[in-house]
């Protein structure tokens, strides 16, 4: 096991020369972008991790004269804060990404799609975003980002579900493929970002991919902001390097007292404390988008399970069967096995139907409900039925 | 050309197939629920599932696109396991109260239960968890929330074949179902009671109103005298829920099923659409000759045809501005009815009070039709009764009628005798041919000039049609029209028919008669036909409609010899004062929402 110990960075927040970094990007061809990009191993910070070069890639192959870079800062997955961070500290960063990853693929106009809970911060942002027109305006380059408010609904962070809500439409996530690169916002091929993503994408353009290499693990480059809560007794952001232990984490953050981390929310994984020490945060082991939550042996393993069921139970945008069903009956499996309404073995039944909802569900909602679910009655099945 | 494996079968298909359609060519079956052919693909049953080797999930079939080299399997452990537990599932959020459903073994979700899912069912039942309201408001169809499995059949039959939009998705997660604007009763909303929902609606949560124990009190009345007609595109399409083929003419035998189940008269609602042609052919002619040769613009252009009470109710709520270019005569069901308690009774000397006018029609929105507070000009309820071809076929297996055996007979008269021109009313630009049929050879004296009366523009199953036809040679009292070039459109199913509404609308199209029917492929491919009804079923049913056509002796309304008889007995001249009472109507303005 190749871990690294704990290190805090800092490379998201950190203060740079946007005319500089946009002006070297703008005179670079659009495949050197792209290369540099691949060469950093930078995979896609919403959680998912999908290789953000990959994903400019093949956006920037595709013929059609009109596409889209489209910044997803629909920030809903609980736990998670560290986007709200980026947004209010260096949001010139991500325009600034947008812009870089726009050359990149070929577009001109960038939305960003902002958590309607995070209204407050418009005007700041609207501020920046004039002065970001302005500068783009003098170096002479064409590109244009507008802001497009969520409502509310977790599942307009999928990234179809996203384009269809920007749309006009219910958000509700589309059949894939076709996958957005090809035929994404308006139909047409679009790259969709997280906010960290495209401010560590330009940061690589500063800094050079050597640089960004240096951080992390083969699987897992780089640095990560994570957002910390829970029994801690020091909550909030942190850039950390990736490739710590969830043990390393925990020395750091907990309160002597850990019993388990939620890792990415309440669609990641619950890792218990005999397994601390060989999980690895990062992609080799539990990926996150950042969410780290920490409980310590005060609470019950079987509220925290109901209370991620009940989110999605609500959540669920109720298109797919396996989805729409499977969380209330995951919800209401567990509520009767609790009560004794339930036999106990029935968790069995319902670890099945979840494994059915990771192959059968439309989107990443539904696939990911299982990853809290199993980890948790795996882990902690007495918790559940006692 | 893909080349591509589903069960190590090798199949080749065109790009752009999906697996389904692929599967399909191999004749292999894979399940399907919220997938039909008349509607986009939807992928969220999820009932389809199939496992692609080397894919991290399963596939939805009917979504998946094929690929070069793709290696499928519709039939593993983890493509039954995944299929079981989606049956279940549905199963669980749906009131399986099953022998109580009307669609009790017309049900695709009971279907699939008989494959996937017996004994022990696995999951908690839900049903119980909601608060689920029948909604009975509409007199077409009844909406049952706990019957719905969500598939959206109909909310994108609303929106993409009808562009009305009624239903939609509301609130998500457990909640999320489909509902009207703001929760409103269906009857308070656009809806037109097309019944295409109803049509597509896989379980029992859309199913028409049925009437048919009303009408077995009626026949079993003695003091009752019942009447029934029947539309034209029933006698095309019944055949399909009692055992035959799409596509199969069984005029003769329904007449003889009708007269067993005890209707006292079997009439034809074919004879009211010839009179819709005399009466709407004048119409045309009046509004034509006011406008370009008066002057009068009292009267509007183009003049909307009226006989689809589905297209009456959408241009209600959507144009109400131009409800003066809708033709007033009343759909032949209304005519007949309105006639039935008037006309036939006094030529049969019956008490029209004893009277019950029953009409089996393609159409749902019939039922609305015949409710509508109007529709009382013979003094009572014109049209008792309405019954959907699918209702006609339950009453034929309830009285055990044998319908491969029983033999052909003829409608009864009086208004039973028909036409060529009738009976073409069922299909898409019917009406318009027969129109043309009757008033070329009004102003010219001549038949119109296509082989066999065959207006071949103004048929087929194109989404909006258009004809010119040249008038020439006309009669003296014609002699404005010589020349002239008579435009005409029709268009089929509310989408298409909102294209042209709005061209019109705004002033883009130059048409003078348009026909407007709200169901795709016209009345036979109607809300209240047997399902499945889709663009194979609605060519076979409108091929059987021309040959019905072909072989009717006569082929022009204005030839029929009761429609003749009625004008010289009853109704005096076309668009006279008796017509004005009983066959014409006026129109409401109503809610955008």
Known sequence: MNSKALTKVDLIFESIDAREVLTTAFSMPNEKIIDQVLESGLRGRGGAGFPTGMKWKFTAAEKDPEKYIVCNADEGEPGTFKDREILDRVVYKVYGGMAIAGKAIGAKKGFIYLRGEYRFLLPQLYLELHKFHKMIAEIGYDFNIEYRMGSGAYICGEESALFESIEGFRGEPRNKPPYPTTSGLFCKPTSINNVETLVTAMMIIAKGPQEYVKLGTKDSRGSKVFSVSGDTPVPGIYELELGMTVQQFVDEFGDGDTKAVQVGGASGFCVPRKKFEETIIGFEGVPTGGSMKLFNSSRSMYNVLHNYLDFFAEESCGQCTPCRVGCQQLLKGVEKVKKGEAKSTYLNELVKLADTMKVASKCGLGQSVGNAFKSIVENFREEIIY | ?593
């Open chain 2, 1 to 593: 050309m893909v080349t591509l494996k589903i069960n190590d079968q090798e199949v080749k298909v065109a790009k752009g197939t999906t697996v389904l359609d692929a599967a399909k060519k191999l004749g292999i079956v894979i399940p399907t629920l919220c997938n039909h052919p008349d509607l986009c693909v939807a992928g969220n049953c999820r009932v389809c599932v199939v496992e692609q080797t080397g894919a991290r999930t399963l596939v939805a079939a009917c979504a998946m696109p094929v690929a070069e080299g793709m290696d499928i399997h519709t039939n593993t452990l983890k493509v039954r396991n995944a299929r079981k537990h989606i049956v279940e599932l549905l199963l669980s959020e749906h009131r399986a109260d099953c022998t109580k459903c009307y669609k009790n073994q017309k049900c695709e979700l009971q279907t699939l239960a008989n494959e996937y899912s017996f004994g022990e069912h696995i999951f908690l039942d839900l049903v119980e968890d909601h608060d689920y309201l029948i909604d009975r408001s509409s007199p077409a169809f009844i909406k049952d929330d706990s019957k719905c499995i969500r598939c959206q059949r109909c909310v994108r039959t609303c929106a993409q074949l009808q562009h009305v939009s009624a239903i939609a998705v509301a609130n998500k997660g457990s909640r999320m179902k489909i509902s009207s604007f703001h929760d409103r009763p269906m009857s308070h909303v656009v809806c037109t009671n097309c019944g295409q929902c109803v049509n597509r609606c896989p379980t029992g949560a859309l199913t028409e109103k049925t009437y048919i124990d009303h009408v077995w009190d009626a026949i079993y009345d003695p003091d009752m005298h019942v009447v029934v007609q029947t539309a034209p595109a029933v006698r095309v399409a019944l055949g399909e829920d009692l055992g035959y083929d799409p596509g199969e003419r069984v005029t003769g035998k329904m007449v003889t099923a009708l007269r067993q189940l005890g209707f006292d008269s079997v009439l034809d609602t074919d004879f009211t659409a010839d009179l819709t042609i005399i009466e709407e052919g004048t119409e045309l002619l009046t509004r034509l000759k006011k406008v370009l040769v008066e002057n009068d613009h009292s009267m509007a252009l183009p003049m909307f045809t009226s006989c689809s009470p589905g297209w009456i109710k959408f241009i209600e709520h959507k144009y109400p501005h131009m409800l003066a270019n809708l033709s007033t005569c009343k759909s032949p069901q209304q005519m007949f009815g309105a006639l039935a308690k008037t006309f036939y009774a006094q030529k049969r000397n019956l008490d029209p009070a004893k009277v019950v006018s029953v009409s089996i029609m393609p159409c749902t929105a019939k039922k609305y039709e015949a409710d509508r507070p109007e529709m009382r000009s013979s003094g009572y309820k014109d049209i008792d009764y309405v019954l959907t071809t699918r209702e006609l076929a339950v009453m034929i297996k309830q009285a055990g009628i044998d319908f491969r055996t029983i033999e052909p007979s003829h409608y009864d008269s009086i208004m039973g005798v028909s036409t060529g021109a009738g009976v073409i009313f069922g299909a898409t630009g019917g009406v318009m041919e027969a129109a043309l049929r009757t008033a070329y050879e009004i102003v010219t004296g001549k038949p119109v000039p296509f082989k066999n009366l065959n207006i071949m523009p103004v048929r087929g199953m194109e989404g909006v049609k258009e004809a010119t036809i040249k008038i020439e040679g006309t009669t003296e009292e014609w002699r404005f029209l010589e020349g002239a070039e008579l435009k005409v459109a029709i268009a089929h199913g509310l989408v298409n028919a909102n294209k042209i509404a709005k061209a019109v609308s705004t002033g883009k199209a130059s048409y003078h008669f348009i026909e407007i029917m709200a169901c795709p492929g016209g009345c036979l491919g109607g809300g209240g036909q047997p399902i499945p009804t889709n663009a194979a079923v609605r060519q076979k049913r409108m091929e059987a409609i021309y040959a019905e056509d072909m072989h009717m002796d006569i082929r022009k309304s204005h030839e029929n010899p009761e429609i003749k008889a009625i004008y010289e007995e009853f109704l005096e001249k076309p668009n006279g004062h008796k017509s004005h009472e009983l066959l014409h109507t006026h129109y409401i303005e109503r809610e955008s929402y």
